[in-house]
């Protein structure tokens, strides 16, 4: 009910928005009146930053007027130390050992797939084989050898292999297929044993010449196969349930099978058959390195040690400088309470709840997570709506800096257009080259060699032709521009302009209504202290 009512709202609002004919006019003349153009630039590297002098006055009176742009959601920067959970030489031994020792069994025994799944930590796949499929050197071996044949030990993938050869077919790609699917109507015995003589009784009709079509759209389950017959189309091997997938590429074609999987009983009939090719069936023993106990152990309490030993960030910070690089300091900045990754961590959600729990400061205790121990420290909480001046120094420093630049820059400039009228004279007295541009409207997103100044594009698409512009303040220098040609936007049909818009306000309009909503609810959000 909830839903249906938001959706009723947010499609109230989604057809009340609509763009009258004037926004659309201004749009067709901002995308379409262009203009060409010349500019000078004098760049904000010609000058030294030892040249600007910049007051702490000058930082709190730009962060004041521009406290808007630091506006933030609380978070919070952690610095840790990983100790990452890796196989020691003896882990490696261990498993190496171990798939030695499986060999002369492995080899000997009778029913090799039961004794994968028995002893391997990769189950045993009925898959068939192309030689492409192996890796060269166990590809070499298997399309050469005879059933029972054992290849390894060899080590592929972080893990220790034996591979023996299980069988050797000729068999296709691919097969086309139709089948009835008939399922048990409850989750009991006797309902799946009525479906199973229920699926007996369609098979028998079939070998009698009953019509598949006919029969597969009465008692099929499958209804989207059912509507055409049963038919499944061309699948390759390993596309369907591991039973369907033995059985369709093992039959004959024209032949019926009943067989069951986990969801029901199939009678399925091979209708074409691909191009046959040699196929081996192979059962891999394998055993992962991992680390042991005993290895987890030893990395855990070097963990605890380095954390008992390091209690405040002054010392967090001084016993990393004096590891010679054994001990590496990472960073997370901007951490939310919800957040659900940190890099090159796996399931970190414990140490972001633990540093939501936490001051500044303060060190952790050893945090377990699934790929590593971790020691951590807070080294920044931010939780009020605007970071503060401190938080954002060298943001202010370089925005101050390009600012009290640009005034000398203007300033330099201006002196030199007196009396100028042409951009090329100004460029001579300037001792700088005149860039061009053309074809720039207001829509554009870049100026020729200038890149993205969007103060640069405005100021030239709104001065007179044959006129030099003041010096204009952009982001990588101070410009001048000269229109050298406007060329207007020709037509009065704006219907493209206004579908255009239309769809851009209306297809934001639903994000835009909830994040609107959220902000007036003064919601706490505190999932993030749970899960």
């Known amino acids: 009910m909830l839903d249906r009512g938001y959706t009723k709202y947010t499609n109230l609002i989604r057809k009340g928005l609509y763009v009258p004919k004037f926004l659309a006019k201004n749009d067709f003349i901002e995308t379409n009146e ?8 004098k760049r904000y590297s010609e000058i030294s930053d030892s040249a600007v002098k910049i007051t702490t006055g000058d930082l709190k009176e730009y962060y004041n007027s521009h406290k808007y742009l630091f506006e933030q959601t609380p978070s919070r ?58 890796s060269d050197s166990v590809s070499k071996f298997m399309f050469s050898a005879s059933e029972g044949a054992v290849y390894g030990p060899y080590f592929e993938n972080e893990t220790y292999k034996l591979a023996r050869l299980v069988k ?16 048990p109507n409850e989750n009991s015995q006797a309902a799946v044993t009525q479906a199973k003589t229920r699926a007996d009784s369609i098979k028998n009709a079939l070998d009698k010449g009953a019509n598949f079509e006919e029969l597969a759209l009465k008692f099929s389950a499958d209804k989207g196969s059912a509507v055409m017959g049963g038919d499944l189309g061309w699948f390759g091997e390993g596309r369907m349930v591991p039973a369907f ?24 009939q091979v209708t074409d058959r691909g191009p046959e090719s040699k196929k081996v ?40 400088n004096a590891s010679n690089g054994s001990l590496v300091k990472k960073l997370a900045s901007s951490i939310t309470l919800n957040d659900k990754f940190i890099a090159g961590l796996e399931q970190p959600r414990e140490l972001v709840r633990w540093a939501y729990n936490a001051s500044k400061g303060e060190v952790s205790e050893v945090i377990s997570l699934q790929n590593a121990f ?33 005034e000398l820059l ?14 090329q004279d100004l460029g001579n007295k300037l001792n700088t080259n005149v860039e061009t541009a053309s074809a720039i409207s207001f829509s554009s997103f870049s100026i020729g060699s200038a890149g993205i100044e969007p103060k640069l594009i405005a100021t030239a698409v709104s001065i007179k032709p044959n006129e030099l512009s003041k010096p204009i303040e952009g982001n990588n220098g101070v410009y001048v ?10 037509g009065t049909d704006y219907s493209q302009s206004k579908m255009k818009l239309n769809y851009t306000i209306q297809s934001r309009s639903g994000y835009e209504t909830l994040e609107t909503i959220k902000k007036l609810s003064n919601i706490e959000d505190k999932r993030g202290n749970f899960y």
């Open 77 to 134: 920067d952690i610095e840790y130390v990983t100790f990452d959970i890796k196989p020691s030489k003896e882990d490696y031994k261990a498993a190496s050992d171990y798939i030695n020792k499986m060999k002369d069994e492995f080899s000997t025994v009778e029913d090799p797939k039961q004794y994968v799944n028995s002893n391997s930590d990769i189950s045993f796949d009925n898959k068939n084989y192309t030689a492409s499929q192996l």
């Open 281 to 320: 069936q192979v059962a891999f023993l394998a055993r992962t390195v991992s680390a042991s106990n005993a290895t987890n152990q030893a990395i855990y309490s070097s963990a605890s040690k380095f954390a008992s030993q390091n209690r405040t960030q002054e010392q967090f910070n001084k016993t990393i």
């Open 245 to 268: 997938n033995d059985a369709a590429f093992s039959m004959k074609k024209g032949e019926y099978r009943l067989v069951e999987s986990e969801y029901g009983y199939h009678i399925i």
């Open 481 to 490: 521009a000269y229109v050298t040609a406007k060329i207007p936007a020709e």
């Open 34 to 41: 262009k203009v060409d153009l010349g500019f000078i630039v």
């Open 168 to 183: 050797v077919s000729n068999i296709p790609d691919s097969v086309k297929a139709r089948h009835i699917l008939v399922v």
């Open 410 to 423: 203007a300033g330099q400039i201006s002196k030199q257009m007196e009396g100028v009228k042409d951009i």
């Open 374 to 406: 971790v020691v951590a420290v807070v080294a920044e909480i931010r939780k009020d709506k605007y970071a503060t001046l401190e938080q954002v120094r060298p943001e202010v420093e370089l925005a101050v800096r390009k600012q009290k630049k640009a």
